[in-house]
Nanobody
Framework: QVQLVESGGGLVQAGGSLTVSCAAS????????MAWHRQAPGKQRELVAT???????NYADSVKGRFTISRDNAKNTVYLQMNSLKPEDTAVYFC????????????????WGQGTQVTVSS
């Protein structure tokens, strides 16, 4: 079994910074791509940033230059550092990982965390 647990969300003023983390645990052989998504009230979930195992990154246009995704492969953890936060960044932030659970299982499966709330006040 695999679990992804996010942490680090909270309330911050506009212009401030916050870092959220997501740790994967359980039966893990390797983790390929990891990503952060977010969902604001009444809106569809959207992709925020992705990072490959070799740390190639991609960002949504709305967060480019303000957010930085990184990972620690030894800790099976992905981070999202958020700077210059805006009220429109308010959302539940979810991490996502493509995980191979065993050397005998070639299938890569998609796992999601439960989400962490980030609220940016104006």
């Amino acid at each position: 079994q695999v679990q992804l647990v996010e942490s680090g969300g909270g309330l911050v003023q506009a212009g401030g910074s916050l870092t959220v983390s997501c740790a994967a645990s359980g039966s893990i052989f390797s983790i390929n791509d990891m990503a952060w998504h977010r969902q604001a009230p009444g809106k569809q979930r959207e992709l925020v940033a992705t990072i490959t195992r070799s740390s190639t990154t991609n960002y949504a246009d709305s967060v480019k230059g303000r957010f930085t995704i990184s990972r620690d492969n030894a800790k099976n953890t992905v981070y999202l550092q958020m700077n210059s936060l805006k009220p429109e960044d308010t959302a539940v932030y979810f991490c996502n990982a493509n995980i191979r659970r065993s050397r005998w299982i070639t299938v890569v499966e998609d796992y999601w965390g439960q989400g962490t709330q980030v609220t940016v006040s104006s």
